[in-house]
């Protein structure tokens, strides 16, 4: 007759690590009054006139902020413009709540002038200092 078969050792229970181990990420702590969310906030021109809201912020392929988009007019989001502004033509003062406003050194009339954005087309942002270059195109 033969003998049973005898049950094999237990498996090792020895953690593995692996050889390459990712660093932990570096990171960095900005307190809540040195850095605060722009979408949504509202924009007043420099003679504390509402100008609108910021709707979304446009950034370039390697990732900087060229401009914000601010919803212009209208009552209620009804007849109202997309607009196009120049990031340094806002002014981000030292904002407390989600109340304090974002100020815009463009006036009125020349955002009320200014031709309405359109996704996936050319912008026109306004405001710009002429030292932005057009985005290139993908290759």
Do not use: C
């Amino acid at each position: 007759m033969n003998a049973p078969a005898t049950a094999a050792p237990p498996a090792s229970t020895v953690p593995v690590t692996p050889k390459d181990a990712a660093p932990p990420p570096s990171v960095t702590i900005i307190g809540a009054s040195d850095a605060h969310g722009v979408l949504g906030r509202d924009v007043l021109s420099a003679a504390n006139e509402d100008m609108g809201r910021i709707v979304d912020v446009i950034v370039d392929r390697s990732g900087h902020v060229r401009a914000a988009v601010i919803d212009f007019g209208g009552f209620l989001g009804v007849g109202s413009r997309k607009i196009v502004v120049d990031w340094n033509a806002m002014r981000f003062g030292k904002i407390v709540n989600k109340r304090d406003s974002i100020t815009l050194e463009l006036t009125k009339a020349q955002v009320a002038a200014a031709p309405e954005y359109k996704e996936d087309t050319p912008m026109v942002v306004l405001g710009a200092s002429g030292s932005l270059q057009p985005l290139q195109a993908a290759q």
